[in-house]
């Protein structure tokens, strides 16, 4: 399983952008990075995932680096309910989902 | 409305039962994966069923069992063999298992064993 280094918590002001690293330097050709989030006292939900090209849904924005050694998760204007812990997530066919501890947001009004 | 169904929601037992959490899921998903959560702590896999009639251990699978009789059915028992079993229990499915797979995660079940 490639492993993940992401910051243990971070802030953000409402309504900014927030740009949520996750270094991968172990990655495989073939893994695809997947970004949950969960919030107090819930399961965790899906984001967005990727293999090599940016990626945008009505959620998210995920860069992806050329070398995909790490990956960027991008909330392009922060709300009090994106306040969460977010997990970065490397994941190839035959593996299971690793939930490593994640990042925590704290989005403050 | 399709989802993932764990209960109850909170569950008190004392030290020495065995209990066991349900999950039900009405989405049709081959693949479904029970993951314990502790304070602070990322999620860790206790058992994976990737079809009916079929199911493997995970990270931290001592102290738990688990049956797939049924597609939409993923109980998970904790029984008395589990040293710290107070934690929050979440149950997940997908349709199959492979790396394009979403999962899809219940609101969980806090277990508290006194």
């Known amino acids: 399983d490639a492993k993940t280094t992401q910051p243990n918590s971070m802030e953000s002001n409402e309504e900014e952008p927030v740009h949520l690293p996750c270094n991968h330097s172990?990655?495989?050709?073939?893994?695809?990075i997947h970004w949950y989030r969960q919030l107090p006292s819930q399961g965790p939900e899906y984001v967005i995932h990727?293999?090599?090209s940016n990626v945008n849904n009505r959620m998210a924005s995920l860069a992806i680096a050329e070398d995909r050694k790490s990956s960027t998760l991008i909330l392009h204007r922060a709300t009090l309910r994106d306040a969460a812990v977010y997990y970065c997530i490397p994941n190839n066919y035959g593996q299971n989902f690793v939930f490593g501890p994640g990042t925590r947001l704290s989005v403050l009004p | 409305d399709g989802g993932i169904t764990q209960s109850p929601k909170y569950l008190f037992r004392k030290e020495g039962q065995n209990v066991t959490l349900s999950c039900e899921q009405n989405l049709n998903h081959d693949a479904m994966y029970w993951y314990r959560q502790d304070p602070g702590q990322g999620l860790r896999l206790i058992y994976y069923?990737?079809?009916?009639?079929?199911?493997q251990k995970g990270d931290i699978a001592e102290g738990y069992s688990v049956s797939r009789e049924k597609k939409e059915s993923f109980p998970l028992t904790v029984t008395s063999a589990q040293k710290n079993p107070t934690a929050f229990y979440l149950c997940?499915?997908?349709?199959?298992?492979?790396?394009?797979?979403?999962?899809?995660f219940g609101q969980g079940t806090r277990l508290t064993v006194v």
């Open positions: 172990t990655i495989s050709g073939t893994d695809y």
């Open positions: 069923s990737q079809i009916v009639n079929d199911f």
């Open positions: 990727g293999l090599t």
């Open positions: 997940a499915s997908s349709i199959g298992w492979g790396r394009h797979t979403e999962a899809f």
